[in-house]
Structure formats: structure tokens, C-alpha cells
């Protein structure tokens, strides 16, 4: 199994950027693909970004491709979503996930971090 640490939320103005890491534990982080989602209250959680096993293959929500960057570091067991040109909409807690297989849908994740709360200021 694998445990992942979320980390790198704040308070930023609209347009603003901020990057998010998701530090996992364990020797077998590259047996999973790691997915970013995000939830704001009162709304279900959402798929925002995955990036897969290899790091060849990324995938993201609409309204976040070209602002968003998901990306991982093998060495430092770390999945990174870089978030750029931020809009008050981003506004959540965002939570990485751990999967064996790959997908978009929240139920096809085993393993959850705690969550970091991001928060665009318009």
C-alpha cells in the first residue's frame, strides 16, 4: 500500500499561482498512478488531474488544461500539481489519490490523502 501527504495550499489572489505536493510513503510508488481531485463544500469531490504509473500519460479536468501541470518525481516519491492563473472557481480542498489501475472517478482510487485547502481570493 502507499500513503500520501498532501501539502502547498494557501490563500492566493485570482490569477495567482500556487503548487501542491503529494509526498508518498512506501517502496512502491511506482506502482501507482496518482490522481489529483478536489471538493468545495456542499459539492462532490471532482477529478481535476492523473498523471500514470510511467509519468508518459497525463489527463485533466476542462476547465483547468493549460492553467494546471501535474507532474512526479521518482526520487522524491512525489506527485506535484503546479496550478497557475488561478480563478476563485479553484477554490476547494484538494486531495491526491493512489490507484493501481488508472481513471478519472473517484471510487477507482484505494488511497487518500488528507487534503490541502486552496483559496482564490477574486
Known amino acids: 500500500q502507499v500513503q500520501l501527504v498532501e501539502s502547498g495550499g494557501g490563500l492566493v489572489q485570482a490569477g495567482g499561482s500556487l503548487r501542491l505536493s503529494c509526498a508518498a510513503s512506501?517502496?512502491?510508488?511506482?506502482?501507482?498512478?496518482i490522481g489529483w481531485f478536489r471538493q468545495a463544500p456542499g459539492k462532490e469531490r471532482e477529478f481535476v488531474a492523473a498523471i500514470s504509473k510511467s509519468g508518459g500519460t497525463a489527463d485533466y479536468l476542462d476547465s483547468v488544461k493549460g492553467r494546471f501541470t501535474i507532474s512526479r518525481d521518482y526520487a522524491k516519491k512525489t506527485v506535484y500539481l503546479q496550478m497557475n492563473n488561478l480563478k476563485p472557481e479553484d477554490t476547494a480542498v484538494y486531495y491526491c489519490?493512489?490507484?493501481?489501475?488508472?481513471?478519472?472517478?473517484?471510487?477507482?482510487?484505494?488511497?487518500w490523502g488528507q487534503g490541502t485547502q486552496v483559496t482564490v481570493s477574486s
Open positions: 489519490g493512489g490507484t493501481t489501475g488508472w481513471g478519472t472517478h473517484v471510487d477507482g482510487y484505494d488511497y
Open positions: 512506501g517502496r512502491t510508488f511506482i506502482n501507482y498512478a
